[in-house]
């Protein structure tokens, strides 16, 4: 469930960009199956890519203090901060008990249903719940989707004993890449095909929890080249916005050279350090420091739901003022209107034409005060934040026009743009939000999926030099796999946030309901994390 829940962890402060992040240390406080402890000593920063090495002799930690600098394309030391013990969770059983049976997206506590005991131990799973019975729910590009029960095939699995019922081979599971279905498909593909399932959209609180750091402006890397490696670069030259320190400003004062009456941006640019190459645009996939043992590659599947945030301050109340996220051939703007204190949602098609989608909606940024705000297009749907309230309810429901793949629009997927007016920007990050893959990337689990949680990427092991940046390696992306998998009667399909390293529905099969123990209300231990599980 990393990194909504964490279990036995190491909090590693990265030493090039001072970015704290967390990385999975179980098999070195509790290994599984008999085997010995593995010190977990290479990680990892999520944020800058920055490799580290975990020193936990005394000795070593002394000389690393006192080594010389290092090339910025060098792993780099530091001292082994010890592990910390996961999340103490409080769960609720009355809910379940008095009547209220499971939901969607609840976080749930179930005994794990191939072995309830371990050395006559009971042992309890934690995991997101993503169907409910009779449902047949599909896994393609990242996102969830569901069938309900009156449209679902049925199956007479009479025959069949409850335990082996639960089971993934009568699961009735079936797979295909998307481009592949046709007329000789199984009939559930060829109902995805078709559209006849419906995407499952979390409510903003639950997106919110599920989303994943791809970059944080508060934390650049010291040891980079500062022009080659920059992750948000002006448009172009001279067209008004400014760096300072970690801050941004514009004033359409000092832009020149414009031709047209369209913002002026501010792009985002996913640059990675790399050994072997130099700085160039790639596509955001679904990297996660929290999977140590994942240094193979820069990610195994492109993200294309995205999350923009930053602080604005407005300095005069006129002109424009935007946030935009690219997917594949669909660009979509919250745009803010100034003087008239209002926010719109716009579409931009090929030619740079605008269709409003939404609004405009009262949305007043006062000048001389600071706002948060906050643009998502996560699960096709548009959602705006500001200072925590949401102008569009849970936002606005897309119907994509392309969903085949990423475009050239992906290497700058998220901008800020200005026209007319004069505002300063701090605090700028860009997330992802979690990706579900086909398969966890577990031996012998996922087994209609790539290396290691690949939605299709890698064909084989040796793919570990894949250069993201490249369009015409991306052919694959533009035909990825579906994945469906029946929910029996009394039964429920459980999958973990940590969805390419997590052992659940997928690999073990369902969740009985004489099996489930309740909701995870709250973390209330370390007291650092305690608060409400979403």
Known sequence: MATTLLGYHKEVTCPSCGYTFVINCSSEVDPQDGKEPQHVSKCFCENCLQR?????????????VTAPASSWRDEKEVADPGWRSGDRVLVAKFMYEAGRGPRRLDVVVFKYPQGPQKNFVPINYIKRLLGLPGETIAIHGGDIYVLPPEDSPKYDDSALSPEDRRKV???????????????????????????????VRKPPAVLLEMMRLVYDNDHPAQDLPANEWKRWVAARPKNGWSESGKSFDYDSGASEGRRDESP??????????????????????????????????????????????????????????????????????????LSAATCSLLRVDESGKTEVLAGPKPSKLKPGSRHKLRFANVDQRLTVWVDGSLPFGDGHELNPRDRKGPTANDLTPAKIGCRGTKVRIDHVKLFRDTYYTVGNGKPGDGAHSGVNGSDGMFEDQSRLDWDWGTPGQWDRLRNLPVMTLYVQPGHYLCLGDNSPSSSDSRSWGLVPERLMLGRALMVYYPFKRAGRIR
């Open 264 to 337: 002026d941006w501010l792009e985002y640019h996913h640059r990675l350090r790399n050994t072997n190459r130099k700085a160039h645009d790639q596509l955001i996939t679904d990297l996660l420091s929290y999977n140590y043992e994942n240094l193979d590659t820069l990610g195994h599947n492109w993200v294309g739901d995205l999350i923009v945030e930053c602080e604005v301050k407005v300095e005069q109340a006129q002109g424009e003022f935007c946030l935009q996220l690219s997917q594949g051939t669909n660009v979509y703007r919250a745009s803010w209107d």
């Open 52 to 64: 580290v090495k975990l020193l936990p002799n005394p000795q070593e930690q002394r000389a690393a």
């Open 169 to 199: 081979p009568a699961m009735h599971s079936h797979a295909a890449r998307i481009g592949d279905i046709n007329e000789r498909s199984a009939p559930i593909l060829r109902l995805f095909r078709d559209g006849k399932f419906r995407i």
